[in-house]
């Protein structure tokens, strides 16, 4: 929020360690991408910061433009309305690098300049599936006519302002490997933030 007395990533670790638990930070509700890079945070950063749990994003960015949180992480084409007109300050991306690619970000650090050893690389992305048991040349099919839309320049000229960074496996195979690494990275980020399905 603009009105917080902190203006960059360390200034908000800093208070943080000065009062733990005193600063709030919503999220669209227990176990999303929110809420398990604010509980990467708190230990990367070793800072007590209190979970809000919201149903949704929705009403956890009313609460934080009403004052009554104090911080939010959340996926950049959700925030960026809110940053673009001034009502959300970016103090840090939760990815490793920089978020280039949006030019209201190009300025914010990511996590391997501010919390180094942290190892922090939090991104949430989507994918195209299609039914098990579909067959091989129906998927290499699609594939191939995926692939050219996303690498398209008009695609990515659509995408990157919203906040989406285009990527094309390069086989359906290959695709389904990085489905599989992503899985126990973030089963263990969950078992890691305690979050259960009660």
Do not use: C
């Not at 991104?123 to 006519?145: C, E, F, K, M």
């Amino acid at each position: 929020m603009p009105d917080r007395p902190w203006k960059t990533f360390a200034e908000l670790i800093a208070a943080a360690k000065k009062d733990p638990g005193k600063i709030t930070m919503g999220s669209s509700g227990t176990g999303t991408v929110s809420h398990l890079t604010l509980e990467s945070l708190k230990r990367a950063a070793g800072v007590d910061i209190t979970h809000v749990p919201y149903r949704g994003g929705g009403p956890a960015f009313q609460d934080l433009l009403a004052g009554n949180i104090d911080m939010m992480f959340d996926v950049i084409p959700a925030a960026m309305p809110n940053v673009r007109e001034g009502r959300f300050r970016p103090l840090a991306v939760g990815s490793a690098e920089r978020v280039t690619y949006v030019p209201e970000l190009r300025d914010v650090p990511g996590m391997r300049e501010l919390l180094p050893r942290s190892n922090m690389d939090i991104q949430s992305w989507y994918g195209i599936n299609v039914p098990t048991g579909t067959p091989d040349d129906r998927i290499a099919i699609l594939h191939r006519a995926i692939t050219e839309v996303v690498r398209s320049d008009a695609f990515r000229q659509r995408m990157e302002p919203i906040g989406f960074a285009p990527i094309a496996d390069e086989t359906p195979a290959a695709y389904g490997a990085y489905m599989r690494e992503q899985e126990k990275v973030w089963q263990g980020m969950v078992e890691a933030s305690g979050a259960t399905m009660e």
